[in-house]
Nanobody
């Protein structure tokens, strides 16, 4: 069973930086794709970023090109999500996930394992 634990959330002032961590068990991000999703109050879960297995290829939604950066540290078995210049509309619960295949990674249904999420609140 793959276990994922997010950390790094909290209250951040607009213009500040975000760096979330997702620590995985069993070397999950060596053999799995990694993804980040977020869910704002009253909205559905939104795709943020994905890191494909088998290399360093990344994918981001067209709605927020280049805003977020997903990366991986193999030595720490951890996937990160980073962004500077945060805005209030970035407020959401951010969740990481792992997928066994590089298929349909913009969809929540394509992922096999999920963390519990971490709250990020950006104030004006």
């Amino acid at each position: 069973q793959v276990q994922l634990v997010e950390s790094g959330g909290g209250l951040v002032q607009a213009g500040g930086s975000l760096r979330l961590s997702c620590a995985a068990s069993g070397r999950a991000f060596i053999s799995h794709a990694g993804g980040w999703f977020r869910q704002a109050p009253g909205k559905g879960r939104e795709f943020v970023a994905a890191l494909l297995r088998g290399g360093s290829s990344t994918y981001y939604p067209d709605s927020v090109p280049g805003r977020f950066t997903i990366s991986r540290d193999n030595a720490k078995n951890t996937v990160y999500l980073q962004r500077n210049s945060l805005k209030p509309d970035d407020t959401a619960v951010y969740s990481c996930a792992a997928a066994e295949r590089n298929l349909g990674l913009t969809s929540t249904s394509s992922y096999d394992y999920w963390g519990q999420g971490t709250q990020v609140t950006v104030s004006s």
